[in-house]
């Protein structure tokens, strides 16, 4: 049976100390890539319209301005949502302007990258990002006594009773 399917390995990590530090990246013959073109057809014709309505990736018509957007939109929303919690005004700029307009740039060794602007939201790893967080989702309730949303840093879960067939809730 003819291969139709390499690997091509790509460095992992910065130094190799065994074969685990390469990951592979799949080659495929453009038969193969025919076939996964009609079997992603098949897959998404039987999907909801929209699983995700922020993922941005992959979909078509989408770009990083969009998720971009998105993230002002929500942050703008997060300050509103501090405000009504009793924050002072000047304490919600504050943290606005954390959220936006962020210079950034890149070090290796003695090299550094010119320095772009993100306008993405909260870093991960700032220490503030966790609070806003779960400040931007602190009112995110079941709208049944039955279910219950339970959160762990940015992944939540919905557990609800089914009963006699009834899903609505």
Request: proline letters at 6%.
């Amino acid at each position: 049976m003819p291969q139709y399917h390499y690997h091509c390995p790509v460095l992992n990590k910065s130094t190799v100390s065994c074969l685990n530090d390469y990951r592979p990246i799949g080659l495929t013959t453009i038969v193969i890539k025919c076939f996964e073109r009609l079997f992603k057809w098949h897959i998404k014709t039987q999907l909801p319209p929209s699983l995700d309505p922020l993922q941005f990736a992959y979909c078509p018509k989408c770009s990083m301005d969009n998720a971009i957007v998105m993230t002002l939109h929500l942050a703008l929303h997060l300050i509103e949502k501090l405000s009504l919690l009793g924050l002072s005004t000047s304490l919600c700029n504050w943290i606005l302007d954390f959220l936006t307009g962020r210079p950034q740039s890149v070090q290796i060794g003695n090299c550094i990258s010119s320095t772009t602007t993100l306008s993405t939201g909260a870093p991960q790893g700032c220490v503030l990002s966790p609070l806003l967080f779960t400040l931007l989702t602190h009112d995110y309730v079941a709208m049944h006594n039955s279910n219950h949303i339970i959160n762990f840093t940015n992944h939540t879960a919905v557990v609800g009773l089914i009963s006699k067939k009834y899903e609505s809730a």
